[in-house]
């Protein structure tokens, strides 16, 4: 069974401080791997897609790589703002499924 | 922007009664799922869905749940005879291209079981 693992579970920064958060999954045999954000309550929406023949992709201030063979991705962070805070998960495709960790809860203080 | 759309946004039912969750996957993607997510937990994967059939399932997706697509729009999950671990919430999720696309994600169903 796949295992799709996020550390830490919940960090706390001050605003404009630069982050990374962790994804870890036990097979290299992986098709892409997306980040999301979760707001309390709330849907799950999507910040970047990595494709298993990429090794990152940005967008604005985040930016999120692929190691397929130490089986990890980050979510890096920058400048961090108060409306980052949020749970962002990663899911990792293998086979028709996707399998998500348990989500890192980041706090950005004011 | 497009979106799936998820209805109800909340229902309570009763142990033992019938549910169906609704959902709109964006209109030209051709993969759809369903996920679930317990208070404090994991999301998990449930079932997926291509060319009006499941593709996968997982052992979550027994007998007592169904999917269905039952015109060219909509794509519901059945929940027959609910238990109290039944309630969760519940999403919705489209691909243009299944396993190597991206997941799109509605707002989600919130399912309570009295």
């Known amino acids: 069974k796949q295992e799709v693992t996020q550390i830490p579970a919940a960090l706390s920064v001050p605003e404009g401080e630069n982050l990374v958060l962790n994804c870890s999954f036990t097979?290299?045999?992986?098709?892409?791997l997306q980040w999301f954000r979760q707001d309390p309550g709330k849907g799950l929406t999507s910040l970047l897609l990595?494709?298993?023949?990429?090794r990152e992709q940005t967008s604005g201030r985040l930016n999120a790589s692929l190691d397929k063979s130490s089986g990890r991705s980050t979510l890096y962070i920058a400048a961090s703002q108060p409306g980052d805070s949020a749970t962002y998960l990663c899911?990792?495709?293998?086979?028709?499924?996707?399998?998500f960790g348990t989500g890192t809860s980041l706090t950005v203080i004011p | 922007e497009p979106e799936v759309t998820q209805t109800p946004s909340h229902q309570v039912t009763q142990m033992g009664q019938e549910v169906i969750l609704r959902c709109v996957p964006i209109?030209?993607?051709?993969?759809f799922y369903w996920y679930r997510q317990i208070l404090g937990q994991k999301v998990e994967f449930l079932v997926s869905?291509?060319?009006?059939?499941?593709?996968?399932k997982s052992e979550i997706f027994d007998d007592q749940f169904s999917v269905e697509r039952p015109d060219g729009s909509n794509f519901t999950l059945k929940i027959r005879s609910t238990k109290l671990e039944d309630s969760a919430m519940y999403f919705c999720?489209?691909?243009?291209?299944?396993?190597?696309?991206?997941?799109?994600f509605g707002e989600g169903s919130r399912l309570t079981v009295l």
């Open positions: 999720a489209s691909s243009p291209t299944g396993r190597v696309g991206e997941l799109f």
């Open positions: 097979d290299s045999a992986i098709y892409n």
């Open positions: 990595i494709q298993s023949s990429q």
């Open positions: 899911a990792a495709a293998f086979g028709n499924q996707f399998y």
């Open positions: 209109s030209n993607h051709l993969y």
């Open positions: 869905f291509y060319n009006n059939e499941i593709s996968e």
